[in-house]
């Protein structure tokens, strides 16, 4: 099977980074912040596994396979990282977590 | 067939992901983000990814959405009655610079992309193949060419499961 869709992937997975960038940019609560950068990791992937369609070798999906294993580990740690920060601050506003020591 | 199937769940990512930019409650962008996921997995399947789409919903839906919408749940208590309002609905800051990161961020990619020849780069370096079960590769792969980065992803999984359990021990004042 040919790989004509292929500009369609670069286009779904461009969109995909830039909502994921805005999320980051915009949004003030710590979990949205998360969610838009698994957003980018997925776009990264999508990606990875378009170009490696057709190839013998799989690289791109083995690629992508430990992408998706570091976004795992890093959504579990920045989970409680925000679970100790609301512990301390009690809220998950990043505008108002401003200091490092209180 | 397979065009229409492809635009549909095309559709479906970008349209939920646009949902979780443009909701303010986090938990309709926890919801909507299912959307995403389930498309991006589909897409997988269509570029001939069938054990990384499995991997996907198993690693995404079932672990990493369920975590997001217990940190959702965790972190609004008492709903933050204090202050009067609610941290359920997220504010937005930068509005104007994000919209303006955003639309030159994917101006620049889409330009890349559309100037790039990567379609006939990339038919003249492989030849097109009909799509087989790739279980059987990828396992072997990890075990040959790929086992430093499966055994130090092993290592890392075990060093992130006890920081976990240890960052989200409840500190005594």
């Known amino acids: 099977m040919d790989n004509s869709f292929l500009p369609y992937y670069l286009l779904t997975s461009a969109l995909l980074f830039s909502i994921g960038l805005a999320l980051v940019v915009v949004k003030r609560n710590i979990i949205v912040v998360l969610m838009g950068i698994e957003l980018m990791l997925n776009a990264v992937n999508v990606n990875l596994v378009a170009f490696s369609k057709n190839d013998p070798s799989l690289q791109g999906q083995i690629f992508s396979l430990f992408v998706i294993v570091v976004a795992a580990c890093e959504a579990v740690i920045a989970l409680a990282i925000v679970l100790k920060v609301y512990e301390h601050f009690k809220t998950v506003n990043l505008d108002e977590i401003n200091e490092l020591k209180k | ?173």
């Not at chain 2, 609610?86 to 937005?92: C, G, M, P």
């Open chain 2, 1 to 173: 067939m397979i065009q229409f199937v492809f635009i549909a769940f095309m559709v479906l990512t970008l349209a939920s992901a646009l949902v979780v930019l443009l909701t303010k409650n986090v938990l309709y962008a926890a919801f909507s983000l299912l959307g995403t996921f389930l498309g991006v997995s589909a897409l997988y399947v269509l570029a001939g990814a069938d054990f990384l789409a499995v991997a996907q919903i198993l690693v995404y839906v079932g672990g990493v959405l369920v975590l997001l919408i217990f940190g959702v749940m965790l972190t609004n208590q008492q709903g933050n009655k204090s202050r009067g309002r609610n941290d359920i609905t997220t504010e937005s800051s930068n509005r104007v610079l994000g919209v303006f990161v955003m639309l030159g961020f994917s101006a620049t990619l889409l330009y890349t992309f559309g100037r790039a020849r990567f379609l006939t780069i990339q038919d003249s370096l492989f030849e097109a193949v009909e799509p087989t079960s790739t279980t059987q590769t990828i396992g072997v792969e990890l075990m040959t060419n790929y086992v430093l980065p499966f055994e130090v992803s092993g290592v890392l999984l075990m060093a992130v499961l006890i920081g976990a359990a240890y960052l989200s021990t409840k500190t005594k004042n």
